[in-house]
């Protein structure tokens, strides 16, 4: 017999799939339409407009199937979670359904329904906190594996994708054990919270005895405050972060710079690796730092974003024009990260990452940060190369990494396959 | 001239940056009545009316960039000190560095004794003794053989590959682990002779160290933000939670700096706010049977106490470095219109 609660997982699964959310909302627009008509603004939707909209969006969704995983490509979601497991499968076939059967609750999820109802004396399918009915909420789950997934354990160490390793680490690294590495990762995005909640949730129950929470880190984006719709938003040293990402529309650019192909195992071509590090930004230093300093260290405008000297977020910084750094430090961060040069091309990454906030620490600061999430073909030639150039930039004294690790996320499911389901083909 | 004004909190700095256009105006026909806002309801104009320094910065930039080419330009009358004024300062400073490091011999003399007794507690606090004398010096954040000798005096373990298992880690760190994890003392002997070495070798080195005027002008504001960063919050004293210690050996350091700089720039500001933090400490002690508590010896009030005085010490010392400038804030070269690309 299973470890994995195979009975509760199968009632779980019996969802309905296809099913929209707002069968019952139309009837309460109706009614709070007209309380709205009186509204005199013309510019700012009305109440029921806006909740119309918010209804329209909780609808909307991702899919879960596709030659590649969702949430790498995906444009980020407001909200997430980032969840590093731990396996106490007791063999590897146990470890193939407990990946199955996180593949199946993630799309389930991802595609939303009504839960279905189980006998009344026994415990729910589903936790139900949003509602009898899932909303997709544009709902993603990215599943990665760790490079302590292909130890001994399960026979796959032959299998371990090339550059799979334990996250090395780095001088200026204070890394927590606790906050760091693992099994399996799940990155949970969507665009509420509750969404997000429910689906981290759900999914712990669905594989309760086979993986354990090893750490878990919540974050959000900023919102978009424009100026235009394309400017990107802001982490929390108040910089535009994202800027200058490879282009995730051009398939070409992705297989050169993302997914995973020669030299890799056979069952790993099309998947990626994520690199995933938990940076403490220390805020209130940052804060105590003259502008102009922020800005070298950075390399931008901090009201616009654009490259020192220049007045939009995505001109180039014509380094080109500045051998010596007059106008962009040559230890500005944007510098070191992407010199632009021919040499540098394959460096460059897909950045996804996240802000995160959560309390405070000993000394009373306030323990924020970013929770960086990189993608890319080959960490050694693109994650290493940009991280160890960054070693020298000024902005380490304002950061400290604690967690975080190396995983790859393997090529989507298609068809009757799970993530993962290659790996034990 | 240096100007810091207690009141002013960074969130209505933005709040005035956003209407600059507005407040400058009404805020520049207001004196300073030296009386605090009684609550935070009080009118915008009223907190200006506490921050002439950013006012002036206000009228200067108006908005924070935006502008193709805007640039910050340097406050007129800003005046550039002379380099050569930091020459006594700095002098000043490294004397009193070689003897701190002078000093920090008797305690490491003690803390061979106590290891090769095998007497814990003893060498506990003859540990306690040469980590608060080291940490006199203040930051020392300095390039070449000092940086590497600072490492293996005053390293951590966090970015070695294997942590506390790693050969590299050495020094005050590695025998506080010892210490204060179970090690037998006497275990620890080899790294405190290799500590007090690398501490003489360090002082033989002192003579010959530089500091440029932007380093040590920095240095009157970091060491105690590196205090907050990595000793009130634990992060470098994980296992001796010596972290008031550390910084109160800190604000000793920040005070010989300030009083190295007094006659360059008004630290009237300053003063006080280190006199307070001062005090807060005297009043840790006392309430301590006459030593610093460790982090977490602090009930919840002591230590939200001791962090509202570091922090408001800090808001101060964060005006130093602009204040003691040896150039003009060059003003940034501008991409011309011909040679903007957008990017795909």
Redesign the interface.
């Known amino acids: 017999m299973s470890r994995i609660g195979r009975r509760a997982f199968l009632t779980r699964s019996a969802a309905v799939l296809g099913a929209g959310a707002g069968a019952a909302a139309g009837v309460e627009l109706n009614r709070t339409d007209q309380a709205s008509a009186a509204s005199a603004d013309v510019d700012v939707p009305s109440p029921a407009a806006q909740w119309q909209m918010s209804q329209a969006e909780l609808t909307e969704s991702e899919p879960f199937a596709g030659v590649h995983q969702a949430g790498i490509l995906t444009p980020r979601q407001a909200q997430a979670t980032f969840a590093a497991l731990d396996c106490f499968a007791p063999n590897r076939d146990i470890l193939a359904e407990t990946l199955q059967a996180l593949s199946q609750r993630a799309q389930e999820l991802a595609v939303g329904g009504p839960i279905p109802l189980l006998e009344a004396d026994a415990p729910p399918a589903d936790s139900g906190i949003l509602g009898p009915d899932n909303a997709p909420d544009s709902l993603t789950v990215t599943i990665g594996l760790g490079a302590s997934l292909f130890d001994g354990r399960y026979g796959l160490a032959a299998r371990r994708p090339r550059e799979l390793v334990q996250m090395p680490t780095f001088a200026i690294d204070d890394l927590d054990p606790a906050q760091s590495h693992g099994d399996v990762l799940l990155q949970i995005c969507a665009n509420q919270r509750d969404t997000v909640v429910h689906t981290l949730r759900e999914l712990l129950r669905t594989v309760r005895g086979s993986l354990q929470l090893r750490w878990e880190v919540d974050g959000f984006q900023s919102a978009r405050r424009g100026p235009t719709a394309h400017n990107n938003a802001r982490n929390l040293f108040a910089f535009r972060d994202g800027t200058s990402n490879p282009l995730t529309t051009d398939p070409a650019e992705m297989r050169r710079l993302i997914w995973a192909g020669s030299g890799e195992p056979a069952w790993a071509v099309g998947g990626t690796y994520q690199v995933v590090r938990v940076i403490r930004q220390h805020v209130e230093f940052w804060d105590r730092v003259a502008l102009t300093e922020q800005q070298n260290m950075i390399g931008r405008v901090r009201a616009t974003g654009a490259p020192l000297g220049g007045s939009s977020e995505f001109e180039d910084p014509r380094y080109d024009l500045d051998p010596q750094g007059k106008r962009i430090p040559l230890d500005a961060h944007i510098r070191l990260a992407n010199p632009r040069t021919t040499a540098t091309a394959d460096q460059r990454i897909l950045r996804r990452g996240y802000n995160y906030s959560r309390g405070f620490d000993a000394a009373g600061q306030l323990d924020e940060g970013l929770i960086f999430v990189a993608f890319n073909q080959s960490p050694e030639r693109q994650f290493v190369a940009v991280q160890t150039r960054l070693l020298a930039e000024p902005m380490i004294d304002y950061i400290t990494p604690v967690g975080g690790g190396y995983f790859f996320a393997p090529p989507g499911a298609v068809g009757p396959d799970w993530v993962g389901s290659s790996l034990f083909a | 001239m240096f100007t810091s004004f207690r009141w002013l909190r960074?969130a209505l700095a933005l709040a005035c940056a956003a209407l600059a256009a507005f407040v400058v105006v009404t805020a520049l026909g207001l004196g300073a009545s030296g009386s605090r806002p009684a609550t935070s309801r009080v009118p915008l104009a009223a907190y200006v009316e506490f921050a002439p320094h950013v006012a002036s910065q206000l009228v200067i930039l108006g908005?924070?960039?935006?502008?193709?080419?805007?640039s910050?330009a340097p406050p007129p009358g800003d005046k550039p000190l002379p380099i050569s004024d930091f020459d006594r300062p700095v002098a000043e400073y490294l004397a009193y560095a070689a003897t701190q490091l002078r000093l920090m011999a008797g305690p490491l003399r003690s803390l061979e004794a106590s290891l090769s007794k095998n007497d814990r507690n003893q060498a506990k606090r003859a540990w306690e003794a040469a980590y608060a004398r080291y940490l006199h010096l203040g930051a020392v954040y300095l390039e070449g053989p000092i940086a590497v000798l600072n490492q293996r005096i005053d390293g951590?373990p966090?970015?070695?590959?294997g942590?506390t298992a790693s050969p590299r880690f050495t020094g005050l760190h590695r025998i506080e682990y010892g210490l204060w994890t179970g090690a037998p003392p006497d275990s620890l002997l080899g790294w405190a002779r290799q500590l007090s070495a690398n501490v003489e070798e360090l002082r033989a080195l002192l003579p010959d160290v530089s500091i440029s005027p932007l380093d040590y002008a920095t240095r009157a504001?970091?060491i105690l933000?590196d205090a907050?960063?990595d000793?009130?919050?634990?992060?470098d004293v994980p296992w001796s939670q010596q972290?008031v210690l550390g910084t109160a050996a800190g604000l000793a350091a920040t005070e010989e700096v300030v009083g190295t700089l007094r006659p360059l720039i008004d630290m009237s500001i300053v003063d006080t706010e280190l006199a307070h933090l001062s005090g807060v400490m005297e009043g840790l002690a006392a309430a301590h049977g006459g030593t610093l508590p460790s982090?977490t010896e602090l009930s919840q009030k002591q230590?939200?106490a001791l962090?509202?005085a570091?922090?408001e010490a800090?808001?101060a010392l964060?005006q130093v470095?602009?204040s003691l400038e040896t150039t003009k804030?060059p003003v940034?070269?501008?991409?011309s219109a011909r040679?903007?690309?957008?990017?795909?």
Not at chain 2, 63 to 69: D, F, I, L, S
């Open positions: 960074p908005y924070e960039g935006g502008k193709r080419g805007a910050l951590s966090g970015g070695l590959p942590g504001h970091e933000e907050v960063r000793l009130l919050s634990g992060a972290g982090n230590s939200e962090d509202a570091v922090g800090l808001e964060s470095p602009g804030l940034t070269p501008t991409i040679d903007v690309v957008i990017d795909p």
